[in-house]
């Protein structure tokens, strides 16, 4: 995977596949070679192969054939860095996420609590108005699990093309979506459920009386003012319709 530009080269590492015949010219070295790297396709028949090539070697006299070991732990340890910074990511998002959940969750159940009354003074159990609460959690959590995980693909398409060009790898592979799948499924319905646990229970522990007290307080502490243009305005209505 070569870079795109001569300005992209100054900071991608890159080669230049050049045939045989050219490189033989260029440094006056026709028909000479330095060295053949030979790599088996199946692992099986790496000894087969390794034997052939020994026999051959063995009728030169200055020719030799050594092992070649290649480090990708060292050549892909900047990768690993930076996919553990990835994934310390997606856990401090994971985390926020549900911290606002929490929060959302909880001040909608306190803003509620006359609408969980109203339930319970018609018949309506704790139990069933947690369960009330909870399918609304697991309603939204499934949608916004299915949007995310649209919008998802795509980010992880795209950020998979940015870190191959980062580190100029050239690989036609696809993802591992099954298991990406299943994680992101369950942190998109168990998070949320985990975060609206304390809020739901929450909501199940309204009181009739504490509400009523409080709509009580309410009418109470409006101003005399407020009630005597209420009369006026009532009263004016009765007089018009008295005239008409």
């Known amino acids: 995977m070569g870079p795109s530009s001569w300005s992209m080269a100054k900071y991608h590492p890159w080669s230049v596949a050049v045939p045989l015949s050219v490189v033989q010219d ?4 026709a028909g000479k070679i330095e060295n053949i790297q030979i790599k088996s396709l199946n692992i099986p028949d790496s000894m087969i192969v390794q034997q ?32 553990l910074a990835l994934y310390i990511a997606g856990f401090l ?50 949608i916004g699990t299915a949007v995310g995980l649209l919008f998802g693909y795509g980010l992880a398409v795209l950020l998979k093309l940015i870190i191959f060009m980062l580190f100029s790898v050239h690989d036609e592979s696809g993802m591992v979506l099954a298991k990406g799948m299943i994680v992101s499924v369950l942190a998109g319905i168990l998070v949320p459920i ?37 009369a006026l305005l009532i009263l004016s209505g009765f007089s018009s319709s008295i005239c008409s």
């Open 26 to 29: 260029w440094f006056g070295l």
């Open 52 to 83: 052939q090539v020994d026999k051959w070697v063995n009728r030169y006299g200055n020719i030799y054939m050594q092992p070649v070991v290649l480090d990708f732990d060292s050549h892909f340890k900047e990768v690993d860095t930076f996919f």
């Open 93 to 142: 998002g994971i985390a926020l996420s549900a911290f606002i959940i929490f929060n959302s969750l909880y001040v909608s159940v306190r803003e509620r609590k006359n609408e969980f009354a109203a339930l319970k003074t018609i018949g309506y159990t704790p139990g069933q108005i947690q369960a009330f609460v909870l399918f609304e959690v697991l309603l939204l959590s499934v």
């Open 194 to 230: 985990a975060a609206s646990l304390y809020p739901i229970r929450q909501a199940g522990k309204v009181s009739v009386i504490e509400a009523l007290k409080e709509i009580r307080s309410e009418a109470v502490s409006r101003k005399p003012w407020q009630g005597m243009i209420g």
